[in-house]
């Protein structure tokens, strides 16, 4: 029994490497692998090379599934070059498995040592998340030791080795063991460098391991599938078409099996060799012959997974106002793009009511649905942008000029505004809702008077864009003032009610703070509708001399301001 907790123990620590890895190297080179891989769809090589070094790179093929997804959901990229990208990064993956196969040990120590110093000492750096990664390559080398070390008594042990005899029986069910274990372990790059370990250490036999390692590739394309089921529209169909590739493959390479094991026999008589051999060949293969049918196979995709309109997930996500047909008339088009930011705007308000309704009830799971909800605010925004580049500029007259801008203007604030919202959530979920704590009655007050104030100024705002009236804009500019009024007055009191030794004020001060803060930065981006307006009409400056005759304070609103609006 020791034996097998020793084994699933090193394995455990594989898989956590692996995880390490690809997190880490999302969060330092995300962005750039991003742009890699939408860049890289001028024809199918480029995009099947992006796909494998990116892979290469996360050491996770569902991770390149899920960003090529989302670029697909989102019209970015096509779902040919998409498919072509999977056929790259499944490569990458059989790649890293032969990598980590080499006699890395004396690595092992010194990627965790230095790992663990640069984490520790630069942890919110990019060297410190480097050192992240460090660790990350140190455990999967120190894991496959222990792998090896495990395995050693198994090979002597009859009980042990009647378990893993029970592997020897049917391909397909072998196979399907080899899906359900890469399933679990979320990792088919594990999975293949754990049968090599046990292939090598004779406790399974080469043809029980080819098959595991076909059920793996399959288990892989189940996990791209899985990933991209929270993503919208055409996204999906890049993990249906990829999990078409591995079903075929596997078909055809279990019916081949035979001749393969005794090709593979005679290149290379180490069972561990053979094993990841095998697992190259097999995506070498699928590259090869399906490479230059993806056009026919994305074809074939879209006939056999229709994307239903009104498919759970699709309805509040895809746009439904950008017509193309609009586009040859530049003031239908602008139309349709108005009414399409008016979409955005709505979801983020949607996400200010989730906010305050989460700081009140510290419900995590209605975090994870507002954070979602940001997701779908970047998709509209991408397509308004996407939409509004399409309107030749030439054709606009000054009026529809001025209004292309105000649209896009919008739009990006409403999509910084949605980053912030996230945050904001993500630091309550951080650091209030799993430390149990509270705002105090007053403090709560004090968030939900500003959140009010906030929701009303989105609604003035989106009013302002729709009618253009100057003096919903200049009210609009007054609000802003009182707003920030508002914000330092709480800020004050906050720090009252600290000089007190309130104990739930101490506990969330940070917090509480960093709150009220944000919402003043996400009142600006609302109110900075208005600007245009006011310029175009003529009034910023009258705002300003009215404002120092009432003492009402509108904000000296000058043609400087429109440069730092939302700032």
Partial sequence: MQTLLNLFASVALLVWGTHIVRTGILRVYGASLRRVLSKSVANRGSAFMAGLGVTSLVQSSSATALITSSFVSQNLIGLAPALAIMLGADVGTALMAQVFSLDLSWLSPLAIFFGVVFFLSRKNTRAGQLGRVSIGLGLIILALQLI???????????GTKV?????????MLDMLIGALFTLFSWSSLAVVLLTATLAAASVISVPVALCLVLGANLGSGLIGFVSTLGTPGDGRRVAVGNLF???AGCVVFSLALPLVLQGIAQLDPDPRRQVLHFHVAFNVVLAAGFLFLTERIAGMVERWYPVAPGAPGTQSAEPRHLDTGALETPTLALANAARETLRIGDTIEQMLNGMMEVIRTNDEKRVEELIRLDDDVDRLYTAVKLYLTQISREALDEKDGRRWAEIISLTINLEHVGDVIERILADIK??????????SDEGMKELADLHAKLVANLRLGLSVFLTGDVKSAQMLLAEKEKFRDLERSCAALHLDRLSDQSVQSIETSSLHLDIISDMRRINSFFCSTAYPILEQAGQLRKSRLRSSATGEATGAFT????AARGK
Wanted: proline share 5%; no cysteine.
């Fill in 148 to 158: 090896q070390e495990a395995t050693r008594p198994i090979v002597s042990s009859a």
């Fill in 163 to 171: 378990l893993f005899g029970t592997l020897s029986g049917d391909p």
């Fill in 245 to 247: 590739f591995k079903l």
């Fill in 430 to 439: 951080d650091k209030k809702i799993a430390h149990r704590l509270s705002f």
């Fill in 559 to 562: 043609k400087s301001d429109l």
